[in-house]
């Protein structure tokens, strides 16, 4: 586990000098704002945490932190994630970056994530586009979007599901934030590092440079019904599929062993309940 420190560092320490160059009005601020609040809060040692990303604006993320970083290749964020976690057991590891960055080059490696089950946080900042390249379709594009001279009909294929192929594929934590419900994400990352294995976010996180329609989100957004997260898969894939992806929360958590075994041991007796008395 990662030194807590005995007294909190603020978000503020947890930033770069390095000033984010994403557009006015980009969700990924208000996860960069999560990300560093969770850490403060955690009061995780910043040499002790690394954020591991692959390409694209929200793969900038890194950077703008003061933790240790290493900005990737496309699609690889995960693989490097696993690796390190895999050597450095006693590290907090995050890995970020997009939809196009996950689901589609590096889908692959989401899927293996997923089931293999290494103790580490995957945040997928989900804004249904390729920001970076200029606004091409992702797996998460609606099928009607008309935006892009490349699917001036739309894309005509349904969009990728995250957080169902993530149950599918063996997910044990599965959550859905929103980058316009910063408390709210915050308390889900927080339950995310705390999650003794892989844990999964999906970030809505809008981009209105390309998808202006996204500002509707602030309207259509809300939370899902449930107590508490679901622990029967069964359950979880009913919640999923008869959503429209746009509720949010933390929608499924039932541990199974680590891989590697041997950090299994090393999990066991280090859990602490962190969210009890949380404040948004
Ligand atoms: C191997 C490879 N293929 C393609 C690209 C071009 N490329 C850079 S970023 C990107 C897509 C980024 O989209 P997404 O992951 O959704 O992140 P966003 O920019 O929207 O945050 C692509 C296709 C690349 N850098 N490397």
Avoid at 25 to 53: H, M, N, Q, W
Avoid at 159 to 174: D, K, N, R, V, Y
Avoid at 201 to 218: A, D, G, N, Y
């Amino acid at each position: 586990m990662n030194d807590i420190l005995s007294e909190a560092l603020s978000p503020k320490a947890y930033k770069s000098h390095i000033k984010p160059i994403w557009c006015p009005g980009c969700g990924d601020y208000a996860v960069l704002s999560a990300i560093t609040k969770t850490l403060s809060f955690l009061r995780l040692a910043p040499e002790k945490t690394a954020i591991i990303s692959g390409i694209g604006c929200s793969s900038r993320l890194p950077a703008y932190t003061d933790v240790y970083g290493f900005h990737g290749v496309h699609g690889r964020a995960l693989p490097v994630a696993t690796g390190l976690k895999v050597a450095r057991p006693d590290l907090t590891v995050l890995a970020v970056g997009g939809d196009g960055d996950g689901f589609s080059i590096g889908g692959n490696h989401f899927l293996h994530a997923c089931r293999r089950n290494v103790d580490f946080v995957y945040i997928a900042m989900d804004n249904e586009v390729y920001g970076m390249t200029k606004g091409q379709a992702s797996p998460t594009t609606p099928a009607t979007w008309e935006h892009s001279k490349l699917t001036p009909h739309g894309t005509q294929i349904r969009p990728f599901q995250p957080c169902a192929i993530a149950l599918a594929a063996g997910a044990t934590f599965i959550a859905r934030g929103y980058s316009g419900d910063p408390g709210n994400l915050v308390k889900m990352l927080v339950e995310a590092i705390e999650y003794p294995g892989f844990a999964f976010v999906q970030v809505l996180s809008q981009c209105i440079t390309f998808c202006p329609e996204q500002k509707q989100w602030k309207h259509q957004v809300r939370e899902f019904d449930l107590p508490e997260p679901c622990s029967d898969p069964v359950q979880a894939a009913m919640l999923l599929h008869g959503d429209d992806g746009l509720s949010t929360g933390v929608i499924y958590a039932s541990p199974r062993p680590l891989w590697p075994p041997e950090q299994q041991v090393q999990q066991e007796g280090s859990l602490t309940s962190m969210t009890e008395g949380f404040v948004l």
